[in-house]
């Protein structure tokens, strides 16, 4: 690359040479937690992979019950392994890129502890119930408030380091660390709005169909913007240095970015097909979701190409090999994601396995992958040594992929096959399966099977560590790596830009980083302005049916004992408009009935039948007797029993402020309800317990399993009482499924 | 769905439409902006990762 134009600019850049340090402290630690916390997450992944295997398994403790350690498990792969992982990744290559110290050592700091400490304080509420149910967006508003502060706190360090930058031009790679700061931070606080109750309690401000919209919006984007473009900004970096070589086509990892950005925003509702959600807000999701699959292989195939000429390096370095793998299996989660966002394609994998294969796949080869490549090629080189043992990283390379195969497969299998299970009828026109725990029961091999494979990819990740703590051993430390960079001239100056003398306002825009946050911003929320204004103009009474009703105070009760435990972990709320699920469950649901509840509890996976009609369909005996024994009441259910809610007295003490908190979010409780509140639970639990007292069950108006049933048997019953209209057709009325998207 | 929810929203039919014109003017832009660049500079602005500062060895 010796041309005229690089002699030239390094003739001008020779008398204004700086020396300054980069901080290979803040990386270290990041690594650290990277590796201690991605075992926790798989330990405790596997874990759950176990309990659906074995029931039992330490059921004795509430806090390790499979709803409460599901969403630990999700927080801890994506914020506490991924997260950290992509601060390595950013905090590494920033500051080679912008051949500039981080901004300040004390933000990065206070960035670095922040984060840990939000991961324990998730750690420390999350199996004691406290969540608010929102998948990925689990934890309560004290520490949404401090992910906030520590998130502004990344990104003020980030640009500050962009602002001091000694290269003139913004590579790839911090375009898109931009955009994740920026988009992460919309989507966080808009989804957070929540009205607390007490300390650790509160309500989302959405209700019904606009709460499951804004968090699709985001538990959509969290995966753009939080799993993939910080690890496509990593991949533009990682694979030119591994390779040594540069990116196949810069060109095309322009359009890469501005045209996944831009329509990555738009894909959310593709996560609530066939809902009660608008249909013109479904068929947007669909397009842009096919859409995407145009940046995402654009972005594989020039990762892949850049490549082109080394592959034989490929056989040989771990690094390249974990790169490799990781970017396939990112374009086949991206081929597989847009193909599940075709309506007649989600009907079948939605609710299933199938999506738990997809979002693995992702996580543990494309994270995970690029996760350890990053962690193979930054330890050596900060410890000014080699790896301790290529052999060791082979292991870990063939454990993870084998791992992955087996954990994925048996999910993709499972999934299709208790779905097809799901929707076959007899000849007759009745259900096949027409008991749920028969499709359950059918799958349990496949779960025992995707334990195996978590547990593969567990041991390679514990290969790695050793093989990196050794590595470590056996080299010394650099924290302070010294380096010189040429002063960054003012702009248009450079010979090289005399030179290039086009597309003068482009360079300018590089050279602002914050006007190009700005435009950053303004393409994302084109997207989501366009996705959520109509939805937040409908008015929450407007689809309201006149019989929909607030929930009783002993309803909430139960209802929030329903989050605390994670029931929606395992049990969707939203009967689709198809026949299998008609004919299985009752009526398909319909927005105006979800009007008061905040949050949404529609759910995304059936692990056990759907819950939306389940009011009245059982005697509260039934429900006594299931919670308490599941299989009592249900031969071969893989579900856990909840024995604490027997021995549990209902704290009810928060009943006023809850109904308070509603009132203002538009439930509408008659003024000064709150007053009376306490004495209607009372009276509601002395009904229901006196009921079942009277069929010879043990127990007390008090106990928390009260409140529970009440809530179940309320559930999907209100629609029940309204005179017959136009939409609402019998409960089995055969909707063919192609009908749906034309009402 | 659409007729029973939205219908009640003045303008609405207006958002599908706008998304239409939203997504092509910007791709277009994009596009033409991206085919223009110039193929020297961008050979050089790919190889910066390559391009590290210089470890200063006297230290």
């Known amino acids: 690359m010796s041309t005229p134009f690089l002699q030239a600019e390094a003739r001008e850049a020779n008398a204004n040479i700086d020396t300054f340090a980069y901080d290979n402290a803040i990386v270290r630690k990041f690594m650290v937690a990277t590796a201690l916390w991605g075992i926790v997450a798989f330990l405790v992944g596997l874990t759950i992979a176990l309990k659906l295997v074995f029931p039992n398994l330490l059921a004795f403790i509430p806090q390790l019950s499979y709803g409460r350690l599901r969403p630990l498990h999700t927080n801890a792969a994506i914020f506490a392994f991924v997260g950290n992982a992509l601060f390595v990744g950013v905090y590494y290559s920033l500051q080679r890129l912008c051949k500039a110290r981080m901004f300040s050592d004390r933000l990065s700091a206070l960035h670095f502890w922040g984060w840990q400490l939000i991961i324990v304080s998730a750690a420390l509420t999350l199996p004691f119930g406290i969540t608010t149910s929102k998948e990925y967006a689990e934890l309560e508003w004290p520490i949404d408030i401090a992910i906030a502060l520590v998130w502004v706190t990344f990104g003020v360090n980030l640009i500050g380091t962009v602002l001091r930058r000694r290269e003139r031009h913004m590579y790839v790679s911090i375009w898109f660390y931009l955009a994740t700061f920026i988009t992460v931070a919309l989507l966080h606080i808009v989804n957070s709005l929540e009205l607390p109750v007490s300390f650790l309690k509160s309500y989302s401000m959405y209700a019904g169909v606009q709460d499951a919209l804004v968090q699709w919006w985001y538990g959509h984007n969290a995966v753009a913007f939080f799993l993939t473009t910080p690890f496509l900004g990593i991949m533009y970096y990682f694979i030119p240095k591994a390779a040594n070589r540069p990116v196949f086509s810069y060109r095309l990892s322009i359009v890469h970015f501005w045209a996944l950005i831009f329509l990555y925003i738009w894909a959310g509702p593709h996560h609530l097909l066939y809902t009660a959600l608008p249909d013109w807000a479904q068929s947007l999701g669909t397009v842009f979701s096919i859409m995407l699959i145009a940046p995402s292989w654009g972005g594989m195939v020039n990762g892949l190409l850049t490549l082109r000429g080394a592959w034989d390096r490929v056989r040989e370095d771990p690094v390249l090999k974990f790169l490799v793998v990781g970017v396939t299996a990112y374009g086949m989660s991206t081929f597989e994601g847009p193909m599940m966002s075709l309506k007649n394609v989600n009907a079948l994998t939605h609710y299933t396995d199938y999506v738990i294969g997809h979002v693995h796949l992702g996580a543990l080869a494309w994270n995970g992958g690029l996760s350890f490549a990053m962690l193979y090629y930054i330890v050596p080189r900060v410890y000014g040594t080699k790896l301790f043992s290529v052999r060791l990283a082979n292991i870990h390379f063939w454990a993870a992929t084998l791992g992955i195969l087996f954990y994925a497969i048996p999910m993709y299998i499972a999934g299709i096959t208790q779905s097809l299970m799901w929707r076959e009828f007899t000849p007759d026109g009745a259900l096949r399966y027409g008991n749920f725990l028969e499709t359950v029961v059918r799958i349990v091999p496949m779960y025992a099977l995707r334990a195996a494979g978590g547990t593969m990819f567990t041991a390679g990740a514990l290969v790695a560590i050793y093989n990196l703590y050794r590595t470590a051993r056996m080299g010394t430390f650099e924290a302070e790596e010294i380096v010189q960079a040429p002063r960054l001239r003012p702009a248009g100056s450079g010979a090289t830009e005399r030179h290039e003398g086009t597309s003068a306002w482009h360079r300018a825009l590089e050279a602002r980083p914050a006007q190009f946050a700005a435009l950053t911003l303004v393409a994302v929320a084109i997207g989501g302005a366009i996705e959520y204004v109509p939805t937040a103009l409908i008015r929450s009474n407007v689809p309201t049916i006149a019989s929909v009703k607030p929930y009783t105070p002993l309803e909430i009760e139960g209802r929030d004992l329903y989050i605390r435990e994670g029931c929606v972990g395992c049990h969707s709320q939203m009967v689709r408009p198809i026949r299998a699920e008609t004919e299985r469950y009752g009526e398909y649901s319909k927005a105006g009935e979800f009007v008061y509840d905040h949050p949404f509890l529609w759910g995304s996976k059936r692990t056990g039948p759907d819950l939306h009609r389940v009011g009245g369909k059982y005697p509260d005996s039934w429900h006594f007797l299931h919670m308490r024994q599941p299989t009592s009441t249900s031969p071969g259910s893989i579900m856990p029993a909840y024995t604490w809610m027997y021995d549990a007295r209902l704290d009810d003490s928060h009943i006023e402020g809850k109904i308070i908190t509603l009132r203002r979010l538009g439930v509408p409780y008659p003024a000064g309800y709150e007053r009376q509140a306490a004495a209607d639970l009372g009276t509601q639990a002395a009904r229901i317990a006196s009921g079942l007292k009277s069929g010879g069950f043990d127990t007390s108006a008090d106990r928390e399993i009260v409140a529970l049933i009440a809530y179940l048997q309320r559930l999907g019953t209100d629609i029940k009482a309204r005179p017959a209209s136009a939409d609402a057709g019998p409960p089995s009325a055969p909707l063919a499924m192609a009908n749906a998207g034309g009402r | ?59």
């Not at chain 2, 599908?16 to 277009?28: A, Q, R, Y």
């Open chain 2, 1 to 59: 769905m659409y007729s029973e929810i939205l219908g009640s929203i003045d303008g609405i039919a207006i958002f599908p439409v706008l998304s239409l014109v939203v997504f092509v003017v910007f791709f277009s832009a994009m596009l033409m902006w991206t085919s223009r660049l110039d193929a020297r500079r961008l050979a050089r602005l790919s190889r910066l990762p390559l391009e590290e500062s210089t470890r200063d060895t006297d230290s």
